[in-house]
């Protein structure tokens, strides 16, 4: 029975893996993406200009109300939802059917398509009404609400360290190139095979060093039992641009966001789906 059931989800999850559509909407989900950080780019800057009363929120969540403000916008956030879905189970699939692959290289694969099925309910709650998700305030309370739980400084320790390996993964990842292994280029143009490396590589960087310090910042709430520590990215990106040093910073950022749109959008076309790495 046990054999029969492992079977058929070997079966399905290589159905998901190599079928056209979902490869598709997969590829949506990775455009998604790429807008998505061209709108924080554009929220990035703002800081440096907008005065602080009218800003919005350099985050997900500001993001989301940017994109959101009239229907074709919304019906965007639906579709992007669907893409990050898409994305997360050909990411599981690809890692569950790959039985040759490298443990590494699965275990990668499969963290991507788990973080994923995570991205794609930003969207969708956000549109069921949940206005405050990816917020910043959304995570005090979510923090708040984790510390409140019988063991819950130690789940909280816990998805603060998650989130600096992750981020120290993906630089390790841009160190040994791991993450160009699921790209096929033939037939690619010159100028994306001569750029793809200096794109992914300030791009993956600049967004690992931006959430590094939001990762410390959750440990940091556990160990203090102190659920305002907890802050998001909006006051990391918000308290660097009192000053020219931290205005300097910023503007990095923003080109850095800038370079992980432009890889995004490369991933979407050049990204071998069915690939477990």
């Not at 046990?2 to 079966?11: D, K």
């Not at 143009?189 to 410390?216: D, K, M, Y």
Request: aromatic share 6%; net charge positive.
């Amino acid at each position: 029975m046990g054999e029969s059931v492992a079977a058929s989800l070997h079966t399905a999850a290589g159905v998901v893996r190599y079928h056209p559509a979902a490869h598709n909407l997969a590829r949506v989900g990775l455009l998604a993406r790429a807008v998505f950080y061209l709108v924080l780019t554009y929220l990035t800057l703002c800081l440096l200009v907008v005065p602080r009363q009218a800003r919005t929120p350099a985050d997900a969540s500001g993001a989301m109300s940017t994109i959101a403000r009239g229907p074709v916008g919304r019906l965007g956030l639906a579709v992007a939802a669907i893409g990050f879905l898409a994305f997360a189970l050909v990411r599981l699939a690809a890692a569950w059917h790959d039985r040759d692959g490298a443990v590494v290289d699965r275990l990668t694969t499969c963290g991507q398509g788990l973080t994923y099925l995570l991205v794609a309910a930003v969207p969708a709650t956000f549109l069921l009404g949940t206005t405050d998700t990816g917020s910043g305030l959304q995570e005090h309370q979510l923090a708040q609400h984790v510390l409140r739980l019988p063991g819950g400084r130690l789940v909280l320790t816990g998805v603060g360290l998650v989130l600096l390996l992750v981020c120290c993964w993906q630089i390790r990842g841009v160190t040994n190139k791991s993450y160009s292994r699921g790209f096929d280029l033939v037939g690619a143009p010159e100028w994306v095979r001569g750029s793809l490396h200096g794109i992914a590589a300030i791009g993956i960087c600049a967004r690992a060093f931006v959430f590094l310090p939001i990762g410390s910042l959750l440990l940091l709430a556990a160990v203090t039992d102190t659920p305002s520590r907890a802050t998001g990215l909006n006051a990391e990106l918000a308290a660097l641009s009192g000053n020219t040093i931290g205005a300097a910073v910023l503007v990095l950022i923003s080109v850095g966001f800038a370079l992980f749109a432009v890889y995004s959008m490369l991933e979407s076309r050049y990204k071998a789906m069915h690939s477990s790495m």
